[in-house]
């Protein structure tokens, strides 16, 4: 791997008061060319803007996936990432699903240890902030014609993560918009599925909710996703959360708290969950809690759940009632470095002498 140091570091301690999730990046990013049928060497270069033509196949056809994790730092300045093999393994399944070259470990796995161990005074330490880790591929062949591009950029770039939505969000159950359909690329962390998700959320917001809670396509029957999140609903004591399909992004977090919760005890069933299933427990005062999993929440408690006109207002758990309070400590504890990980799931970024 060749590496071209920043001359001088832009940090500064009040990176850390940012507020902002993803705004301010650190002061080196990887890059990887595939041309010709392979990857050239990556190189960790300073971070900044590159150039490219408006001919660029991504900007067109949106042959473009990308990952999301991130590095936790704890009291002894030992830094963490959290189970990278699995968004390895995702975003090789992406890019086979957009038509995109396999990466190499060489590349992922190895590339994110060099940037984030060369850039690690960039992760802060306080419980609940990190730093996040954006993996990206794009398309950058120059030809405006449709069809899988020849050319790619891969790319690391690394960005200050606040304490994350840390207040309980509001949800509208999708009732005629949908993220994702059986055969498509619903499961793939592709741009185009978060592009198209925009519009029917800015709805929603105009409603007054944050979120949509995905449903199938076809009959808008079953609760699949949220946004950036996998959704789990406490039903009297039991989690229940929709199995995974082609249709919904397998998330390394939902993994994490499914694990979690079936070891600390929880009663947990993984199966379709239907909307009615929801709206009945509501009525009757057993639906609990509804909550989202992702690496950039963690996990975040609905309070609110819109069924239709209906807004179903939900009490706000605190810690010692709510499941997903509790499971988002243990998984945090995990990530932090404050628990014992009996999983092997926390990886140590090694200091290079
Ligand atoms: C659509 C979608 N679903 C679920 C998740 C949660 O996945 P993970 O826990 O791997 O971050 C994410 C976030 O990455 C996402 O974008």
Redesign the pocket.
Known sequence: MIIEKIAESKFNDSVFNSTVFGKEFTDHMLIAHYKDGKWDEPKIVPYGPISMTPAAMSFHYGQTIFE?MKAYKNDNEEVFIFRPE??FE?FNLSAARLNMPQIPKEIFIDGLEAIIDLDRQWVPKDYGTSLYIRPVMFATEEAVSARASNEFIFAILLAYAPNYYDKPLSVKIADYYSRSAQGGVGFA?CGG??AGSFFPTSEAQKDGYDQVIWTDSIEHKYIE?A????VMVRIGNKILTAPTSER??N????DSVLTLAKDSGYEVEVRPVEVQELYDAYKSGELKEVFG????VVITQYDAVGFGEERAQLPTLAEEDSFALQLKKKLKDIQYGLAEDPYGWRIKIEEQA
């Open positions: 999301g699995k968004n995702r962390k599925n978060y996703e946004g950036t999140m996998n919904i992004l998330g390394v977090t939902r999993c992702g690496t950039a």
